[in-house]
């Protein structure tokens, strides 16, 4: 039996169980660089348990819809912020935890622009660009020890657009 998820625009309130919203909203917080730039301060809550702070390069594989939601992941020991390198929007699967495992998952698509930085331990489906290329910056913990846990459902959702 497969349950569909439809796909919602992403919202910083929508979000904000899971994590932080990545993205040029509202007045800048300083103005620098000459009078050029507008700074939009401290963003996203990084947090790390043990281990630093790191910055990689994703190159993912686009993905089409209706795609099928068969495994979600989380990371224990930190944060995850993703930067898309280009305008193009992407799909943010994420899931409250259930006992140790995803609950009911939420698909949302980001606006062209945002980035978005899930919390540690918070369920979330892998990085899924829907153009390409699928180029992201990612801000994670580099550190001794695993911090991944895979989830594979015996029922595999789908997620389209409404």
């Known amino acids: ?4 998820i439809q796909i919602q625009p992403m919202t ?11 993205e040029v909203s509202g007045t800048p917080d300083k103005i620098i660089n000459q009078g ?9 809550r990084l947090d790390f348990h043990e281990g630093r702070a790191g910055i990689s390069l994703f190159n993912a594989e686009t993905r089409s819809l209706p795609l099928t939601l068969d495994m979600m992941e989380r990371h224990p020991d930190g944060s995850q912020a993703f930067l898309p390198m280009t305008e193009h929007p992407f799909l943010v699967i ?3 935890d259930a006992g140790g495992k995803p609950g009911l ?8 622009g945002q980035g978005v930085n899930y919390h540690r331990n918070v ?10 290329p699928g180029l992201f910056a990612v801000v994670d913990r580099i550190g ?19």
């Not at 039996?1 to 569909?4: D, E, N, S």
């Not at 369920?123 to 390409?132: I, K, R």
């Open 1 to 4: 039996m497969r349950q569909t």
């Open 105 to 112: 998952p939420l698909a949302f698509r980001t606006a062209p």
């Open 94 to 96: 994420v899931a409250p």
């Open 123 to 132: 369920w979330h489906g892998v990085l899924t660009p829907l153009q390409s």
């Open 144 to 162: 001794e020890g695993p911090n991944l846990q895979e989830y594979w459902f015996d029922h595999p959702y789908v997620v389209q657009d409404q």
């Open 12 to 22: 910083a309130t929508a979000f904000a169980p899971f994590g932080d919203l990545l």
């Open 36 to 44: 050029l730039c507008g700074r939009f301060h401290d963003r996203a």
